[in-house]
């Protein structure tokens, strides 16, 4: 299967400072990643689909100037949470689909716990 | 919007025994993927099966099957021969062609020894 690599995969920040988290795709080129949300003992929520070289499209909710989307090159997309805030503690976790999987399946980063204190 | 359904917050079984995790979901479409993911304690999201709508044949993966029910919309997995291993959550997930993957609320299985 194809490998999607997330760094890091724990970070704490302190409240009002920006993060910065990485999703690489190591052996495939991902026109689109996706962005989720997971709180603790909940499902995975959609944040916003990435889409390599233009603006990507957000969910209902999410603030797009909060939760900061690149998708510059086809192997890596970033999220970049600013000013971040302890309500914005969470688990996320990026997912691309495989042209080799007919893009008809996704595979998922290791996920990244961030603290905010 | 499609939406996807797990009545079932948490489910345990016996080693060895057979457990059946439910998940019914909403849609319009007639092209469109469905998967089981599990999710252990490290959080990484493992692929444990997938059917695609136009398929009539279930899906099985080894000890994994799942009861596809286009009609009901009903997409449930069946896990043969629990083992201690499969304890974890399990998300269904729904996903149309060339789309993103809307996720159940998940089922907390637990395997007892």
């Known amino acids: 299967g194809a490998v999607v690599s997330q760094h890091p995969s724990r970070v704490i920040c302190k409240s009002g400072t920006s993060v910065k988290i990485e999703c690489r795709s190591l052996d495939f080129q991902a026109t689109t990643m996706f962005w989720y949300r997971q709180f603790p003992k909940q499902s995975l929520m959609l944040m916003a689909t990435s889409n390599e070289g233009s603006k990507a499209t957000y969910e209902q909710g999410v603030e797009k100037d909060k939760f900061l989307i690149n998708h510059a090159s086809l192997t890596l997309s970033t999220l970049t949470v600013t000013s971040a805030h302890p309500e914005d503690s969470s688990f996320y976790i990026c997912?691309?689909?495989?042209?080799?999987?007919?893009?008809?399946?996704?595979?998922f980063g290791q996920g990244t716990r961030l603290t905010v204190v | 919007a499609q939406t996807v359904t797990q009545s079932q917050p948490e489910m345990s079984v016996q080693e060895a025994e057979t457990v059946t995790l439910s998940c019914t979901y909403d849609?319009?479409?007639?092209?469109?993927?469905l998967f089981w993911y599990k999710q252990p304690p490290s959080r990484q999201m493992i692929l444990v099966i997938r059917q695609e709508a136009y398929k009539q044949q279930n899906a099985t993966e080894n000890r994994f099957s799942v009861n596809f029910q286009k009609a009901a919309k009903s997409f449930s997995l069946k896990i043969s021969d629990s083992q201690l291993g499969d304890t974890a959550m399990y998300f269904c997930a729904f996903m149309k062609h060339n789309n993103d993957m809307r996720f159940g609320a998940g089922t907390r299985l637990t395997v007892k020894p």
């Open positions: 849609t319009s479409e007639s092209n469109y993927y």
């Open positions: 997912s691309a689909r495989s042209p080799r999987a007919m893009n008809t399946e996704a595979f």
